[in-house]
């Protein structure tokens, strides 16, 4: 076919001409990549293996000789699918013998004919590219298996969902619950015999758990309040139904899915006491699939929104578990949840954007199949896999920020390219330790004690947070290094290096202070938002309670002329207008705010003679903007007679402001308890006759906004 990919091939020698000639020898029919040292020879591995089809490899380089870079083949196992052809003229037998066990195809020593050369070569990619296209095969298959075997259970899932509202996230977070669970018991005890293979096929079936639901009439599936005993009884069916579904399947009896989804779908519902159902079974008896999937159920069902509840705070959630509130669960798996407190929060809170994002893969997938049915699916993923690395690296370009990934055999530190350009450094530094590049940037013992951090992490808490002063391009900053340790998937798992970014602390700080009073604050007016203003308002009540404080809402009256008669621009001129000689009429420690609209909201703390601060606050915003008059309605509460909860409060300055829309407007009002009936008008005094009124807004620490 015209449009089939080339077949490249690299060559890594430090001889200019050498790697002229065999450029020329092969570039008829291959596309060439040529580096100059091992070092870079790694370095375009690291972003084209899966391109690279053939590396003919020189010994003696500088940087990285050709050990080196067969040492770094091995590590990340680039050799599995690049064969690599050494042509030196470093021919002594233990040599040879060396270069072989790291992996090598064929050795060519030199002076190298060059018919022998283009032969072996030739030979070589073909002998691989039928070796690929076997294993390609295989892979699409299983690829094929996994894909419809992974599609029926989320079908039978959402058929679930259909009927019952609760089962749709509520199938992800049990899947997700359930591996953390497993993975950690794993960790902690040899009890229970689960090998890693146990902890996927378990995971997967977890997500059947539920399926009996589907023969629960919906009445009673949805019903909004407390089922009745009789109604009750019929819920508790479907975990006898679901499992009856499963055994009686004409086919599979015997497969560890089907017989692990049998024992999860029967038994979840079962508690370490034995006070659960259907079979009252207690410890043990029930099997430990089960039992995970029956606590994370439980957990799932108390932070979830039912059509019946509400959902109730993770920690809460947890100490009701703990406590023995939700029934009795196997201690081992309670120690478990209480070790995974803070990575449940966490994980919990990704399952829906992990959804979504997988979702999304899948479907610009198929977008790419669509397009390019004649593509086998291992060729369908080099092209995916090229195009995730062409997006990291433009997020990474964008997010400005170090990103590394390091490994211990070889030692080795990648860059991403926007950090090395910042730090001044190379892409792939080898034993960065030892770097001279890198030992002035860091001051003495830092590397070292990073390290020993990441050492000191496990496959289950893998996260460190590091802070450090570093010298960039000559000048100290402060920056917080967050990075994630990789663990082998031995017994015990291995430390094999890690993948993080570098922030710069001030920067971050700055960014996050900018990002945070945008959000604080309303983007036309400058007063704080109302979400803001309620946060604020409420700390300073909860953490003064022995003051007293007004809270007015006003709003401008017939604002709607403004705009009809001279337009919406006009109208929010009125509105800055409006907010501006509110803030320059509070004095420092109080808050103002744009509730929405034309409506504004006041607050302060006060002595006494609080009727004289309003009613100089009121005073001040009558007037007009340019030819249009401004006259407001305001309606006022105190905490002493509506309370301190903001809601409270903020509903009863609301209501006095009705009563005053209501009378005809122009004035102020001050809610007394007694409801809207019951509210007597107080009229603004004149300007200048409220001069103690000014002295009883009591000044704070902080600044207006």
Known sequence: MGNERRQKVLIADDSEMNRAILADMLGNDYDIIEAENGKEAVAILQKQSSEIDLLLLDIVMPEMDGFGVLRAMNEFRWIEDTPVIMISAENTPDRVQQAYELGITDFISRPFDAIIVHHRVVNTILLYAKQKKLVNMVTDQIYEKEKQSALMIDILSHIVEFRNGESGQHVLHIRTLTELMLRHLLQMSDKYFISKSDISMISTAAALHDIGKIAIPAEILNKPGRLTPEEFAVMKTHSEIGASMLEALPVHQNESLVRKAYEICRWHHERYDGKGYPDGLKGDEIPISAQIVALADVYDALTSERVYKKAIPHEKAVEMILDGQCGQFNPLLLQCLRELEDKIREEMSRVEIRDWSDKRNMRNIADEIMQHEELSASERTLQLLDHERMKYQFFADMSQEVQFEYTVSPPMVVLSEWGARHLGMDEIIMNPCSDKTVRDCFE???????????????????????????????????????????????????????????????????????????????????????????????????????????????????????????????????????????????????????????????????????????????????????????????????????????????????????????GGRGYFKFYDGKGCDALTAISPIEDGNDGDGQEEIKEGKEEDS
Request: negative net charge.
């Open 444 to 662: 003495e013992g830092v590397l070292e004690n990073m390290h020993q951090a990441l050492i000191n992490t496990s496959p289950s808490d893998p996260i460190i947070n590091y802070d450090c002063c570093v010298k960039i391009k000559g000048t100290d900053r402060w920056i917080k290094i967050i990075a994630r340790a990789t663990w082998s998937s031995d017994e015990p798992p291995k430390y094999q290096g890690a993948i993080g970014k570098a922030l710069d602390i001030h920067e971050t700080r700055t960014k996050m202070a900018a990002l945070e009073e945008m959000a604080a604050h309303d983007a036309m007016t400058g007063l704080y938002n109302h979400k803001f203003a309620r946060i604020r308002i409420q700390d300073m009540m909860t953490s003064r309670p022995d003051s007293k404080f007004a809270l007015g809402i006003f709003d401008v009256d017939h604002f709607k002329q403004a705009n009809d008669t001279y337009g919406h621009m006009f109208g929010d001129q009125v509105l800055i207008h409006m907010a501006k000689t509110l803030k320059r009429n509070m004095r420092e420690g109080t808050v103002s705010a744009r509730v929405g609209g034309d409506e504004f909201l006041l607050f302060f703390e006060y002595r006494q003679h609080v009727d004289l601060a309003i009613n100089r606050i009121f005073n001040s915003l009558i007037g007009k903007y340019e030819d249009f008059p401004i006259s407001v309605s305001m309606g006022v509460a105190q905490t002493d007679v509506a309370g301190t909860d903001y809601d409270q409060l903020f509903h009863a300055a609301d209501q006095a402001l009705y009563t005053v829309k209501q």
